[in-house]
């Protein structure tokens, strides 16, 4: 069984950083990819940054490329993602996963497990 783990979401003010972690137990593939996702209240849960568990790859949406970073410490099982100038719209429920199927890695409907969520709320 998969477990993903996020932390690290607080209330921060528009154009500080913040660093989220995943950390990730159970069994995983060198095929994995890992992808952040948010949710706003009234939104679709959207895409953020994925990267390949294997070669590093990255991947970003838009909106972030830029000013997020995706990382990830195979050591320590643990995905990072480093989000700088930070704006309100960034505000959301933050969400890791793990895609293990074959499919678009920026859709949500192909991951396969979820962490539970964190908070992280921008101020203006």
């Known amino acids: 069984q998969v477990q993903l783990v996020e932390s690290g979401g607080t209330l921060v003010q528009a154009g500080g950083s913040l660093r989220l972690s995943c950390a990730l137990s159970?069994?995983?593939?060198?095929?994995?990819?890992m992808g952040w996702f948010r949710q706003a209240p009234g939104k679709e849960r959207e895409f953020v940054a994925a990267?390949?568990?294997?070669?590093?790859?990255?991947y970003y949406a838009d909106s972030v490329k830029g000013r997020f970073t995706i990382s990830r410490d195979n050591a320590k099982n643990t995905v990072y993602l480093q989000m700088n100038s930070l704006k309100p719209e960034d505000t959301a429920v933050y969400y890791c996963?793990?895609?293990?199927?074959?499919?678009?890695?920026?859709?949500?409907?192909?991951?396969?497990?979820w962490g539970q969520g964190t908070q992280v709320t921008v101020s203006s």
């Open positions: 159970g069994r995983t593939f060198s095929s994995d990819v």
């Open positions: 990267i390949s568990w294997s070669a590093g790859n990255t």
């Open positions: 996963a793990t895609k293990q199927r074959v499919g678009d890695l920026n859709s949500k409907y192909n991951y396969d497990y």
